[in-house]
Structures are given as structure tokens and as C-alpha cells.
């Protein structure tokens, strides 16, 4: 059974129409990549399934539950975790306490002291240790991202949201975070990645979902997708589609 | 021997309002045991605002309103009905937090009554609320209460030193119970509510409930230390229980100690509470105010975080991006 079902997702803004009927499937384990132009609705769709806001019309399953109606924290608490476009490291808080929060109030509540422990081999894990007791105000851009996908994975999701978490970085970085997306998946958790660099997430992508104006343009296997003719008219126009 | 921190903590507070009740043996004074009253009953209505607005930045004027209607349930108790202080006391805490959580569940429903829009709604509401009691001959209708002969013979029997005894029992319990959300889960929640609310929601905090119990809370903390002043003051009056002044001092001193720590509230209303009867006791009331004011402004400005900010060990940076 899959992990993650949108049917029809579809949202308005005033009268703008960000999303339009969005269908998507996420199995569990794997990792799906979302790309199309910007304004398509990738962060859109992403927050209708973290349920940062009510959708219109459509419907959102999650592991066989209807979570449409649901508010974002009993969606973490059934294992939807999600990152921020741009980090939103909690300032008030140390580096820890940002991920320890994320245990205990996720779905098993863990206690403050074992809450801490967990977020501390958490941040070893991710090689920031070193930076456990610093306030965030300390922390550069990549390990801002590293923090974001910390506090998300403090919550022992089954589906991890990660919004242009690559964006930014250095090409090193960006390999290490590849790397590091690679091994969520393989502790089980299912990814869906929105991400502007096409060939760093066509490498890990088992499926890949192209949005073009609020509406599914194409998905399937990533190499499939991205030699499409109408993935690529979205991207760079017509012309360069049909060179005829 | 208490092993954790907190118990610790706990322990020490404790501790500090046991060797406070040994004032009466001390002096039996009313000046004195009148303004320890005065420091007490400031220091509860500051720290329990700081539990909600501070910790979780939802500044409310209302903590006045919930004060007051601690008072009001008091002394309609006392005067219209023949149960026993006890009720009345614990009726105070009931009407005023349920008061909270019902205006909690209906203006958390939407995140947009926060900051500037929060504040003007407690603000308003303390206006109709003060308006109702004034009309509503049950409680006072105009004429004020006097409670004075209904307390005699209750227990705490209008004597100083047993009203100077409860309000210090019950700072004691609001500076614990802020002490133990302030090093706990539910403070990390409330600063991570203060923080970004959005944050908080998607790392599984369920911002509705723990802004709602914590207004809760805040506010039936007021209505209890608002159930020993009614006995203290003997005639209640709507001008002199709602006023204005009362939320604007609790959020003044509160901001001045800082809202951020369990322990700021205390400073701040020590210090005002002080240089105001400092003031007073020169003859100059008026001036008090002006200079109480001044200082504030001045304080806000060199400490942004409150004095208590000064004191706290981690540094609290502003995020550049």
C-alpha cells in the first residue's frame, strides 16, 4: 500500500489557482523528487500535505487515514516531517533544544532528559556535535539546512518533506546532502524532495513528479521525465522542445 | 537529598517563601506586613502574566480583568452566600481561568489574533467586563461591596499577618510553577510558540491546546491572589479594582525584569513595587508615575531582554537570515 496518497489536491489564493488537481503517490522508501518552474506549486503542494493550510478541494491520505482536516502537529505525530525552504532555526533555543523539541512532542512524547540524549546522538550522526549548546545565530547556511532536516528527522518520520534544501550550497555540501538524503531513505523513511538542480535530483530519485502550473505535467522514472518533450517546453519554451 | 536539578530549584523557592513567613513573628507591624503584602501580590500578578504573554510573547492587557474578577468572586461569595472562605478562594481560580480558556479556545482558533490584535482584545474585554460588574447588582452594581464583616471570623479574618501569609503562599506557588514551565517540556514549547508558531506546529506541538491551558493557567494564577485581596481591601469597588493602571504596571514590570526567564517578573516587581512606595511615602504620587515611566523607557532601551536578560548565562542572539 502506498505511504502517501493527494488526489485532486487543489488550492486557491484569492483567485489565484497555486494548485489544480494535483494527484501524487508516495511509496514508503522512497525517495520522490518534485520539480517544475517556480510559481508551479511544489512548496504549495508540500505544505497541503504538511497541512499548513486547508486545501480547497482534494484529499490527502496518509498511511490508509484521511489527513485533510487534520492540523500540521497531528500529521508529525502520524510521521509527516517537513523542512523550510528558507531555515527556520528556532532562535530562543539552543541547537539541541531545537531537535529536542521535535522528540517530545512528537509522537512518543519523550521526556526532556531522554529527549535531549536522542537529539545529541542525532546531531553527532550529522556532524554537529560540535555545535550542540551554540546558539543557532552561530550556525552558517548549510548547517542551518542540517538543523531544519534534524528537527524533522526528531520526529521519526515515515515521510520526510524536504523543501530546496541543496539550494545555496557549495558543490561539496551539495554531495554531502545527496549523500545524506540517500541515507534517510535507507533507515526506511520515504522522501519527497523538491529541489531546482535537475541533475542532483534526477541521481537520487527513484520517481520523479513534474508540476507545471499548478496541475501534474508528467512523472515516472527520472531519466524518462526529464528527456520529456513537454518537461522541457515548461522549463526553457517551446522552441527548444521541438526543434523541427 | 533531592537529586535533580529541578527539585533542586524547586526546593530553593520553597525555601525562600519559608524564610519569608517569619516576618509576622518579626514585626507585627501592618506598614510592614502591608507592603511585604504589596511586593507579594505584585510579584504573583507578574509572574503568572509572564507564564502566558511573556513565554510565549502574547502581551495581555487583561490580567487586570482576571484580577478583578478574582476579587468580585470573592466578595459576592463572602457577602451572598455562607460558604466557607475556602470555596470562595478556589471559586476565584475557577471563574477567572475558565473566563481565560473560554476567550482562549475562540481567539486561538485563528493565528491572527497575536501581538498588537491580542493585546487590543484583553484590552477591550476588561472594559466590558468592568462595565458588567458595575450593572449587575449581584456583584456590585454601583455601589461597591463591603466585605469587611463578612470576613470577620473566616480565616483569613482581616488580620494582616494571615493575608500577608496567603499571598506569600501563593507567589510562592506561581514563582514555582514558573520556575517548572520555564525548565521544562511545556516552556520549550511556549518558546518555541514565541519563536515561530509554524515551526512549532510541524515539530508536533499542538499550539491551540498549550496556548489555551497556559492563558488558562496565567489567568487563574491572577484570579486567586485576586480572592485574598478582597479581604484585604474590605470595600470593593469597580473603580478601584479595574483601573487601567493595574494590567499596565503587571506588563511594565514584567517587561522591565525581563520576560524571557521564570525569575525576571520577580525583579521587576520588586523594584517597581519599592521605588513606588519609595515614592509615595515622600508624598510625591504623581511624580512616582512619571518617574516609574521614565525609567522604564530608559531600562528598555539599554536592556532590550529585561534585567532579567542581563543575568541569564546563554546569550540570546538575533538571527541575521
Not at chain 2, 528598555?300 to 541569564?312: A, E, F, K, T, Y
Request: proline share 4%; with cysteine.
Amino acid at each position: 500500500m502506498s505511504l502517501l496518497r493527494c488526489e485532486g489536491v487543489t488550492k486557491y489564493f484569492g483567485g489565484l489557482r497555486a494548485l489544480d488537481g494535483v494527484d501524487l503517490v508516495v511509496d514508503p522508501g522512497e525517495i520522490v523528487g518534485l520539480v517544475g518552474p517556480n510559481g508551479s506549486g511544489k512548496t504549495t503542494l508540500m505544505n497541503a500535505i504538511s497541512g499548513t493550510f486547508g486545501i480547497n478541494a482534494g484529499r490527502v491520505e496518509f498511511d490508509g487515514t484521511d489527513v485533510t482536516g487534520m492540523r500540521p502537529h497531528q500529521r508529525a505525530h502520524l510521521g509527516i516531517a517537513r523542512t523550510f525552504q528558507i531555515p527556520k532555526p528556532l532562535p530562543s533555543l539552543s541547537v539541541i533544544d531545537n531537535v529536542a523539541l521535535a522528540y517530545t512532542f512528537g509522537r512518543d512524547q519523550v521526556p526532556m532528559g531522554r529527549a535531549r540524549q536522542l537529539a545529541g546522538d542525532l546531531l553527532a550522526e550529522l556532524e554537529l556535535a560540535g555545535k550542540a549548546l551554540a546558539p543557532v545565530a552561530h550556525l552558517n547556511l548549510h548547517e542551518r539546512k542540517l538543523l531544519g532536516i534534524a528537527r524533522a528527522l526528531g520526529l521519526e518520520p515515515r515521510l520526510l518533506l524536504l523543501d530546496e534544501v541543496l539550494a545555496g550550497l557549495n558543490p561539496t555540501e551539495v554531495d554531502l546532502g545527496l549523500a545524506m538524503i540517500t541515507a534517510v531513505r535507507d533507515r526506511g523513511v520515504a522522501v519527497i524532495y523538491i529541489e531546482h538542480n535537475v541533475k542532483a535530483v534526477t541521481s537520487i530519485s527513484d520517481r520523479l513528479y513534474v508540476l507545471n502550473r499548478g496541475t501534474n505535467l508528467v512523472d515516472g522514472n527520472p531519466r524518462d521525465v526529464v528527456a520529456d518533450e513537454r518537461v522541457v517546453a515548461a522549463y526553457l519554451g517551446d522552441a527548444h522542445a521541438d526543434p523541427a | 537529598m533531592i537529586r535533580n536539578a529541578r527539585g533542586r530549584g524547586t526546593a530553593g523557592i520553597v525555601a525562600a517563601g519559608l524564610l519569608l513567613a517569619a516576618l509576622p513573628a518579626v514585626s507585627e507591624r501592618t506598614y510592614v506586613l502591608t507592603l511585604g503584602y504589596q511586593l507579594l501580590l505584585w510579584t504573583t500578578l507578574a509572574v503568572s502574566w509572564n507564564l502566558f504573554s511573556g513565554f510565549a510573547n502574547y502581551p495581555s492587557f487583561g490580567h487586570g480583568m482576571f484580577f478583578g474578577i478574582g476579587v468580585y468572586t470573592t466578595s459576592t461569595m463572602l457577602t451572598a452566600t455562607s460558604l466557607p472562605y475556602g470555596v470562595a478562594f478556589l471559586a476565584s481560580f475557577a471563574v477567572a481561568g475558565g473566563v481565560a480558556v473560554l476567550l482562549g479556545l475562540a481567539l486561538f482558533r485563528s493565528t491572527r489574533f497575536r501581538g498588537d490584535l491580542f493585546g487590543l482584545v484583553t484590552l477591550v474585554l476588561a472594559f466590558v467586563v468592568a462595565t458588567v460588574v458595575s450593572n449587575t447588582s449581584l456583584l456590585d452594581g454601583g455601589t461597591g461591596v463591603f466585605v469587611r464583616a463578612a470576613a470577620e471570623g473566616t480565616l483569613l479574618d482581616n488580620s494582616p499577618a494571615r493575608l500577608y501569609l496567603t499571598v506569600l503562599a501563593l507567589a510562592t506557588l506561581t514563582v514555582v510553577i514558573a520556575y517548572l514551565i520555564a525548565t521544562g517540556r511545556w516552556g520549550l514549547g511556549l518558546t518555541a510558540i514565541r519563536d515561530d508558531e509554524e515551526v512549532a506546529e510541524s515539530s508536533g506541538v499542538n499550539t491551540y491546546r498549550v496556548k489555551v491551558l497556559t492563558f488558562g493557567l496565567s489567568a487563574g494564577l491572577a484570579g486567586l491572589v485576586g480572592s485574598p485581596h478582597a479581604v484585604f481591601l474590605g470595600y470593593v469597588e469597580v473603580g478601584s479594582v479595574f483601573p487601567l493602571s493595574i494590567p499596565l504596571f503587571v506588563l511594565m514590570m514584567a517587561i522591565l525584569g525581563g520576560t524571557t526567564t521564570w525569575f525576571g517578573p520577580i525583579i521587576g516587581a520588586v523594584l517597581v513595587t519599592a521605588a513606588q512606595q519609595a515614592l509615595i511615602g515622600q508624598g510625591q504620587a504623581e511624580v512616582s508615575q512619571i518617574i516609574i515611566g521614565m525609567l522604564l523607557v530608559v531600562l528598555i532601551l539599554v536592556c532590550p531582554n529585561g534585567l532579567g536578560g542581563l543575568l541569564r548565562r546563554r546569550p540570546r542572539e538575533e538571527v541575521t537570515s
